[in-house]
């Protein structure tokens, strides 16, 4: 014992007395005494003399170092590896939250109500969308909606129908490059064009079809489900029509809902002008700062009246011109065209593209607000009986039995509407909460094609339906854009 206990004193000096620590031999000495250590959890501590020893050579505190050194290391590495469980946890978690977003966003979700219901498509019977083609520069932005709608997407339409009303061969060619992008398009040439030819064939048993015009240039994610829910919550109604936003009728109800803001068009065209259409946000535009001359006339526009020119009292006030919010107040509403609304199919509001105008902007606004219910009415399901007045066709669900038990159709929308269920004690029903918006009537064409109100449905579309995809702008194509 005497011999090892100067050794190690000889080793403990020369650690104290070398800044480089130990030499290979003396390690392995030290390695060689500190094999012999008791545990220090286990440890013997009756041996006292022994223990002392060591402690005074400083081999136990050099073990239990190194064993505290393991110790740490040992739960580090644990703290490491359940970090990065957590984080590729997370990680994972987040990818799929982020698919599921993304999925969601593309089905239009960032339109929905807090309380809109999961919609599921019912089984057992066919639903085709029906629409009247002939004007490519709305139907690019309406692709994106009834793409947003396809069975195959998670939507509610098996087919669409592309029913052609036009022989302009541009147009005809653009229809092919359509239809060939997904199976679930078909088109269908008409033998004569007209309204008229469209609804020979709409006769399918177990069919539902929803006919809309190729000018609807915005689909509320909940119309689709909704109209098809409502066709068969109610039975006894012959068809079931969608709220739409630019009709005589409904926006007499918009106006008392709330939906329809004050706008204005701007007197002249600001700086950037060439720039403004990079939004569809009603937010990015300045408030109407002249003062409002209340004499001023849109004009009762009518077919057979001209639009007056651009520039000229109830024309538009410079080609592609904006409109500006003025302060809420049914005072500010009073000095705007919708204020000459009325309940009337073919009244002031379906000729005049001041309306319309106005009531597109309105839109705009409410959707980015989320402020679409101010556009429901009715019970409380949003269901509003029209007591066989007319109603506008553009937006219909109806069973194809119900059109082959009525043909031949010549007034398509007289008879649909009012003249067909008066007869059989059938009437049409408009859900509210189907909310959808119609471009523009005959009149409206000229002066809404004045406007910048194509550009920002197409961007709105771009961000909210298209499913990832742009917009065709057929204008740059060249083609004819009337």
């Known amino acids: 014992m005497g011999r090892e206990q100067a050794d190690s004193r000889r080793l403990l000096d020369s650690t104290t007395s070398s800044d480089d620590g130990l030499d290979d031999f003396d390690s392995a000495r030290i390695e060689r005494n500190s094999s012999h250590l008791p545990d220090e959890e286990n440890a013997d501590y009756s041996d006292t003399s022994s223990m002392a020893e060591y402690k005074e050579l400083g081999l136990y505190d050099r073990r239990s170092s190194a064993k505290r050194r393991f110790k740490c290391s040992w739960l580090a590495l644990n703290r490491i590896c359940y970090c990065v469980t957590l984080l590729v946890f997370l990680l994972l978690a987040y990818t799929l939250g982020l698919s599921t977003s993304v999925r969601k966003t593309r089905l239009g979700v960032t339109d929905r109500e807090h309380d809109s219901p999961d919609w599921v498509k019912p089984e057992g019977f066919k ?3 029906l629409i009247f083609y002939g004007r490519p520069k709305y139907v690019s932005i309406l692709d994106c909606y009834l793409k947003r709608n396809l069975a195959i997407n998670g939507g509610y339409l098996d087919e669409v129908h592309w029913m052609v009303n036009t022989d302009k061969q541009h147009d005809l060619n653009y229809l092919d ?7 679930s398009y078909k088109a269908y040439h008409l033998k004569h064009l007209g309204f008229q030819s469209i609804w020979e064939h709409a006769v399918d048993n177990n069919t539902l ?4 015009d190729d000018d609807m240039v915005y689909i509320h994610e909940d119309a689709i489900p909704r109209l098809v829910q409502s066709r068969i919550a109610h039975p006894s109604a012959f068809d079931i029509a969608a ?7 409904t926006n007499w109800f918009h106006v008392r809902t709330g939906a329809v803001l004050p706008y204005l068009p701007e007197p002249s065209s600001p700086h950037n002008h060439t720039s403004q259409n990079s939004t569809w946000r009603a937010s990015s535009l300045p408030f109407y700062s002249t003062p409002v001359d209340p004499t001023y006339d849109f004009g009762d526009i009518r077919d057979g009246y001209p639009l007056p020119s651009v520039g000229e009292p109830g024309g538009p006030t410079y080609s592609n011109h904006r409109w500006l919010p003025l302060p809420r107040s049914s005072q500010n509403l009073q000095r705007t065209p919708i204020a000459r609304a009325a309940y009337d199919a ?18 705009l606004s409410n959707i980015e607000t989320n402020h679409i219910h101010k556009y429901h009415f009715g019970d409380s399901d949003g269901i509003w009986d029209m007591q066989y ?6 937006f219909i669900a109806i069973w194809g039995h119900d059109v082959r038990a009525n043909l031949p159709i010549q007034d398509d ?15 049409l029903l408009i859900d509210t909460k189907a909310v959808v918006s119609h471009f523009s009537f005959g009149p409206q064409k000229e002066g809404m094609r004045e406007t910048d109100l194509l550009a920002r449905y197409e961007a709105l579309a771009e961000e909210r339906a298209c499913l990832g995809q742009r917009v065709r702008n057929y204008c740059e194509d060249g083609m004819d854009c009337g």
């Open 127 to 129: 639903i085709v969308a």
């Open 177 to 183: 490059t359509l239809v060939n992008t997904t199976d």
């Open 209 to 212: 079809y929803i006919k809309i």
């Open 243 to 249: 709220n739409i936003v630019n009709s005589p009728l």
């Open 346 to 363: 073919f009244g002031f509001a379906w000729g005049s593209w001041a309306i319309a105008a106005q009531q597109h902007y309105s839109l």
């Open 389 to 394: 007045d007319r109603y506008n066709l553009n």
């Open 413 to 427: 929308e007289q008879e649909l509407t009012s003249d067909v269920p008066k007869r059989r004690g059938r009437p």
